[in-house]
C-alpha cells in the first residue's frame, strides 16, 4: 500500500518534473516566451493547490476512496487534452485541471497515514512515503528526456495518463478505506470552512505549514529555472538535463532517508531544523556561485544539497503540522498542500523575468525562501 500511495503523493513531481526536459521544445512548437513556458507549471501548480483544498475536506466527509478515484479519472482526461492542446492558452487551462485532479492523490494520500499512525510513528510513516515520493524526481525527468527520443512532448502527456490508469488499479486493489463513517466529519461549505478556520487559528499548525511551504518555494525556483539556466546558459542537452535532474532527485532521497533514521535520535523538531540549516546554506552557495563564480560544477552542488535538505524537511513538516488535528487529517493535509503548491506556483514564473539569459532571479529565489522558511519555524515555538 505505501508504494501506491508514494505514487499518489508523487502526482507533483510527476505532473511537472517529467514535462521539463521538453519545456524549451514545447515553447518553440508554440510560440511562448519563456515566461509563458512557465506558467504551464504555474498553471498546474494552481491546481494541485486549490484541488487539495478541495479534496482534503472531501474525504473528511465523504472517506478516501471515493474522492481518490474520481480524481484519478480526471487526471487522466485531463492528461490526454494536455497532449492535443493546439496553442499555450488551452493548454494553460487544462493543465490547471490535470493539477486540481492530481491534487486528490497528494491530499490523500498523506491523510491515509495519518489515520493509521501518529507521533514518531507518522513522522517515520511519512519519510517512507516521501523516500517513494522521492523516486518520482528521479525517474519522471530521465523518462521524460528518453522519451523525447521517440515521441516529443506531447507524448509525455499520453504517458502521463497511462500512468494515472495504472494508479487507478493500483489503489482500487491496494489502498483500503481508513476512515470510518462514524469518524466523517459533515459536508458542506459550511463544514469546510469551520475546519479550515479552526487549523488558521492554530499558530503551531501555521507555522510548521508556512515553513514547510516556503521550503518547498526553494525547491520550486530550481525547477522552474533550472531547464532554461542549464539547457540554454551552460549548454547541457535535454538528455543529460534530465539525468542532473535525476541525480537532485537521489537527493531528495537520500535527505528522506536520512529524516527516516535519525528521527528517534533527534527528534522531528530536531531533524526538520538541520535540514532548513542546510538548505539555506547550500541556497547560499547557488547565489554565490551564479555572482562570482558562474561555472557549472559549484551550481550543481549546491542544488544537490538544496534538494537533499529538502527530502528532510518536508516530511517533517508534514508531521509536525499534521499531528494535532487526526479528526480533521484531510482538511489538514488539503490547506498544507494548499499553501504548498500556492506559494510554488507564485515563485515559478518569478524566475523566469530575466527570459533565458540570466540564472540571478533563480539564484535569488531560492535563498530567500529558506530564510523565510527558517522563521516561520521559529515562530511555532
Known amino acids: 500500500m505505501m508504494i501506491v500511495l508514494g505514487a499518489l503523493s508523487a502526482f507533483g ?55 481518490l478515484m474520481l480524481g484519478l479519472l480526471a487526471y487522466i482526461v485531463a492528461s490526454a487534452l494536455c497532449a492535443v492542446a493546439p496553442s499555450v492558452g488551452p493548454l494553460l487551462a487544462v493543465r490547471f485541471v490535470q493539477g486540481l485532479a492530481g491534487a486528490a492523490g497528494i491530499a490523500i494520500a498523506r491523510a491515509v497515514v495519518r489515520d493509521r499512525a501518529h507521533g514518531l510513528a507518522a513522522a517515520r510513516a511519512y519519510a517512507t512515503l516521501m523516500v517513494v515520493t522521492g523516486l518520482g524526481p528521479i525517474l519522471a525527468p530521465v523518462a521524460g528526456g528518453l522519451l523525447l527520443h521517440v515521441t516529443d512532448w506531447r507524448g509525455i502527456f499520453v504517458t502521463l495518463a497511462v500512468i494515472g490508469a495504472a494508479l487507478i488499479a493500483g489503489t482500487a486493489a491496494l489502498v483500503p478505506e481508513t476512515l470510518a463513517a462514524a469518524a466523517r466529519t459533515p459536508a458542506g461549505l459550511r463544514a469546510t470552512r469551520d475546519s479550515l478556520g479552526w487549523l488558521l487559528r492554530d499558530r503551531r499548525y501555521v507555522a510548521h505549514t508556512l ?29 543529460v538535463f534530465s539525468l542532473v535532474f535525476a541525480a537532485n532527485g537521489g537527493g531528495i532521497l537520500i535527505g528522506r532517508q536520512l ?17 532548513l540549516a542546510c538548505q539555506l546554506a547550500a541556497a547560499t552557495g547557488v547565489l554565490a556561485s551564479t555572482l562570482f563564480a558562474p561555472r557549472l560544477a559549484p551550481l550543481l552542488i549546491g542544488l544537490f544539497v538544496a534538494a537533499a535538505s529538502l527530502g528532510a524537511v518536508l516530511p517533517m ?56 522558511a527558517t522563521i516561520a519555524l521559529q515562530a511555532a515555538r
Do not use: K, N, W
Open 13 to 67: 513531481p510527476l505532473s511537472t518534473d517529467m514535462y521539463l526536459p521538453g519545456l524549451p521544445s514545447m515553447t518553440r512548437d508554440l510560440g511562448a516566451s519563456a515566461s509563458e513556458a512557465q506558467l504551464t507549471i504555474s498553471g498546474c501548480l494552481i491546481g494541485l493547490a486549490i484541488g487539495q483544498l478541495i479534496a482534503g475536506p472531501l474525504s473528511d466527509a465523504l472517506g478516501r476512496r471515493r474522492p
Open 211 to 239: 515553513a514547510a511551504s516556503l521550503a518547498f518555494g526553494t525547491l520550486m525556483a530550481y525547477i522552474a529555472g533550472s531547464p532554461f539556466v542549464l539547457e540554454h546558459i551552460h549548454g547541457l542537452s535535454p538528455q
Open 259 to 275: 529524516a527516516a533514521t535519525y528521527v528517534d535520535g533527534v527528534g522531528t523538531l530536531g531533524v526538520m531544523q538541520t535540514g
Open 317 to 372: 513538516a508534514t508531521a509536525l503540522a499534521m499531528e494535532d488535528h487526526p479528526e480533521r487529517a484531510g482538511s489538514a493535509s488539503g490547506l498544507l498542500g494548499f499553501t504548498q503548491f500556492l506559494l510554488g506556483s507564485i515563485v515559478a514564473p518569478l524566475v523566469g523575468v530575466a527570459g533565458t539569459a540570466s540564472a540571478l532571479p533563480m539564484a535569488i529565489a531560492m535563498p530567500v525562501c529558506s530564510v523565510a
